[in-house]
Structures are given as C-alpha cells and as structure tokens.
C-alpha cells in the first residue's frame, strides 16, 4: 500500500535517513525500532508527505504520495504524531469526531463510528470530558481514536502511522491499544508503528524495521531482527532472547 524506495532525508546537519527501502502491507503491522535519534520520527514525516524527502520516492497505491491532494490523502493515510495538543476545551467526543471532517457520511453515520472508536480506546465514560482535563494517556487515546475516525472503516487500501502511541500509557491500556491496532490491521489496514519496546513490538508486529543512524540494521519477522548481536550493535545492551511461553514470540531479557 505505501511503498518507499532508496528514501533519504537530510538536514543542515547530515543525513537523518538513507536509503530506506520499505513496503508497508495490507493486513499487517510493522513495528520500527531503534535508538533515539535514529530517524524515526525523521522516516514517520516523510512517510506522511510532512518532509519533503532528499531523495526517492514514496508511492500510496499506485499514485507517487506527492501527487495526492491533501482531502484524497486524508482519506487513505492517517497519522498520529509523537505530541498532539490542543488548547481549546473541545470534550472527548469532539475530538473523536474530528477525524470524520475529511467524509461526506453524515451525521448518522458519523455518530456511530465515533460512538465505536470511543468504545474501542475505552473512552466512551469520558465523552463528555474537556480536553484540557485529561491525562497525558487519556488524551493519547483521545487522539486515537480521532485518526481510527479518519480511517474507518478499515480497508486494505488505507495506512496507519503511530509514532509512540503507548508512551504515556499504563501497561493495561498498552495492551488494550496495541489490540485495537491489530484488529483493525486484520481489517485489512497497513500499518507501521514507533515503539521502544521491544517486547510489545515482538508481540503485536508482523515485522520490524531496526534502525540505527538514519539507516536500516534489520527487517523482518521479530525472530530474524531480535538477535542479541544485532541488538548490542543498535542498542549497546547485552540481551537475552528466549520464547514467551504463552505466546511464542521473542522475549527480550535485559542482563
């Protein structure tokens, strides 16, 4: 769905990404991982059409994303940044509702979807909350379930970019996010994901992209990209990887 070849990005100060060669899949979530300053966010913005690249190019179906108008683009690509805010005293439902502004659905139709993604983010006991009243993780949800708005239904021709949708999470409402993003990627939604867990990411992502200095050190399923040699390299911390016994996937031990 959202393909980027030899993509690159670079500032005053160097190159922040280089040669980044990725495809995001319907049906799928790819987890990327990796250091702070290693271009993640750098990646996010570009995958976005919000930087303009160095050089590459990133198409969206078969369109170049360049070539999208902003209405069309809102319709097919949602994103939700690192920090979202707003200064104003909309209530939850308001903002939730927001994400419907690019559709001509109707207020019916709208209602209910948003009555759904407030349900999914477990926010529908505080619809009728201010903004300004919540809590770093309440606000986080709040805006996810904005974009799950925007892109809804989900469809194999739309893609979801969160950069660190669980930071200001507790570990219940971790978990219960990172479902709701593997539902709707069983819709048929593409999504790719910024977490620095890498036991999250191992459990909820199909694949990771590992990056280190605006460049890719690994991609693939989490049993290929989390090896305690690569992870030393990117991360410099002595790991040790064994199967969660109830759920399979890898398990990061840190020594």
Same mark, same amino acid.
């Given at each position: 769905?959202?393909?980027?070849?030899?993509?690159?990005?670079?500032?005053?100060?160097?190159?922040?990404?280089?040669?980044?060669?990725?495809?995001?899949?319907?049906?799928?979530?790819?987890?990327?991982?990796?250091?702070?300053?290693?271009?993640?966010?750098?990646?996010?913005?570009?995958?976005?059409?919000?930087?303009?690249?160095?050089?590459?190019?990133?198409?969206?179906?078969?369109?170049?994303?360049?070539?999208?108008?902003?209405?069309?683009?809102?319709?097919?690509?949602?994103?939700?940044?690192?920090?979202?805010?707003?200064?104003?005293?909309?209530?939850?439902?308001?903002?939730?509702?927001?994400?419907?502004?690019?559709?001509?659905?109707?207020?019916?139709?709208?209602?209910?979807?948003? +009555?759904?993604?407030? +349900?999914?983010?477990?926010?529908?006991?505080?619809?009728?909350?201010?903004?300004?009243?919540?809590?770093?993780?309440?606000?986080?949800?709040?805006?996810?379930?904005?974009?799950?708005?925007?892109?809804?239904?989900?469809?194999?021709?739309?893609?979801?970019?969160?950069?660190?949708?669980?930071?200001?999470?507790?570990?219940?409402?971790?978990?219960?996010?990172?479902?709701?993003?593997?539902?709707?990627?069983?819709?048929?939604?593409?999504?790719?994901?910024?977490?620095?867990?890498?036991?999250?990411?191992?459990?909820?992502?199909?694949?990771?992209?590992?990056?280190?200095?605006?460049?890719?050190?690994?991609?693939?399923?989490?049993?290929?990209?989390?090896?305690?040699?690569?992870?030393?390299?990117?991360?410099?911390?002595?790991?040790?990887?064994?199967?969660?016994?109830?759920?399979?996937?890898?398990?990061?031990?840190?020594?």
């Amino acid at each position: 769905m959202l393909k980027a070849t030899e993509l690159s990005v670079q500032h005053a100060n160097g190159w922040r990404i280089r040669d980044i060669d990725l495809e995001l899949r319907s049906g799928e979530i790819l987890g990327v991982i990796g250091p702070n300053g290693a271009g993640k966010s750098t990646l996010f913005g570009a995958l976005c059409g919000d930087i303009r690249p160095t050089s590459g190019d990133i198409m969206l179906g078969a369109t170049p994303l360049a070539a999208w108008s902003p209405e069309a683009r809102a319709l097919n690509l949602a994103v939700l940044p690192q920090t979202s805010t707003l200064s104003f005293a909309f209530t939850v439902r308001q903002v939730a509702g927001f994400g419907r502004l690019p559709h001509a659905t109707g207020l019916h139709t709208d209602t209910r979807i948003v +009555d759904t993604v407030l +349900d999914l983010c477990d926010l529908t006991e505080l619809a009728q909350r201010h903004y300004t009243t919540l809590s770093g993780g309440e606000r986080q949800r709040t805006h996810l379930a904005r974009i799950l708005a925007q892109l809804w239904p989900a469809t194999s021709d739309k893609v979801l970019l969160l950069d660190e949708p669980t930071s200001a999470l507790d570990p219940h409402h971790q978990h219960s996010i990172l479902k709701v993003i593997r539902q709707m990627a069983n819709q048929g939604l593409a999504v790719a994901v910024v977490l620095h867990d890498m036991n999250l990411a191992a459990r909820y992502c199909d694949r990771l992209l590992l990056l280190k200095h605006g460049q890719m050190e690994g991609l693939g399923s989490p049993e290929e990209v989390l090896c305690p040699d690569r992870l030393k390299a990117v991360f410099d911390l002595d790991v040790l990887i064994q199967e969660h016994p109830v759920h399979g996937h890898p398990l990061v031990i840190y020594l």
